[in-house]
């Protein structure tokens, strides 16, 4: 981790009169435990933050969540972007950025560029952003209580999919081992972020796996989220927690793949790579937008389904080979 640049970056929000955090337009649990877990050792030092976005049913009953705003308005000394770049943030968010003096960004994916922002902490090898934001604030000397360190362990947990991504490392336990002593109740974390579905959930991902396409002798796993099935079982984007994911562990597959049609016509791509095959050059093949990790990894589109279906295969094909 990159001490002079976290603390370069926590020392100059410390010294700032109002404070904008925010995330992607949808955030995930990475985002929202990085977001209020800084925010709330910023206000413990007398600074008023702000926290953009809102959180989906999964992190609801978190630490503060209740305190986040879909709709930022008026200025801010300095916006900062966690857990995803400035291309996936929400209109009102951006339109924050655009008039901040200050804009930083916070993040580990290895498609942020970090030219856009006036101090940018990237770093591309970290598990997740919140693991980030605990060294950083360890290493400036915050306190970490419970509430705290819930939120820190819940980005912990959704990135490496409760430790059993291979992007788990030492780091990340000797963390998590931190975290837990210090209060964390690790099992109602990964249950309630990770594992949890609503009835409707389980009944969307019975339509998707039913209907899913097995591709490339079967190393390629794809399966297609209709908007009218999402209406139907007035679904949202949190029941679909879990699913790119069971088709990539099919036996024999490589890549798993949905296709989540949105309300504005487009569609959300999410991948995951259980091999060689590096899904966030597949994301970024499809539309230069895309990006995200190695193995996950993501894209929004407004191109025909069955285009970009083909395309992604194509993509994976020649990887594979």
Known sequence: MSDDRAIALLEALAETPEVLLTGPASPDGDSVGACLALARVLRARGVSVTVAGVPGWR???????KTMVPKPEGDFGAVVILDGDRHRLSPSADAAFKRAPLRGIIDH?????????????????????????????????????????????????FDTGCFRYDNTTPSTLAMAADLIGRGVDHAQLATKIL??????????????????????????????????????????????????ESLADVVGAEVGGIFVEQADGSLKVSLRSRGSVDVCAVAQRVEPSGGGHRKAAGVRTERPLAQIQAEVEQAVAEALS
């Open 195 to 244: 594992f949890a579905k609503r009835w409707r959930g389980l009944k969307l991902a019975a339509l998707v796996t039913s209907q899913a396409e097995r591709r490339l002798d079967g190393r390629l796993i794809l399966g297609h989220v209709p908007l009218a099935v999402m209406r139907e079982l007035d679904a949202v984007k949190d029941d679909l927690e879990g699913l790119v």
């Open 59 to 65: 992190y609801r009953w978190l630490p503060d969540a």
């Open 109 to 157: 994916h290895a498609s942020t560029l970090p030219q856009e922002y006036d101090l940018a902490w990237v770093e591309p090898h970290a598990t997740s952003t919140c693991e980030m934001v605990y060294h950083g604030l360890v290493t400036w000397g915050a306190a970490l209580d419970l509430d705290t360190a819930t939120l820190l362990h819940v980005g912990s947990l």
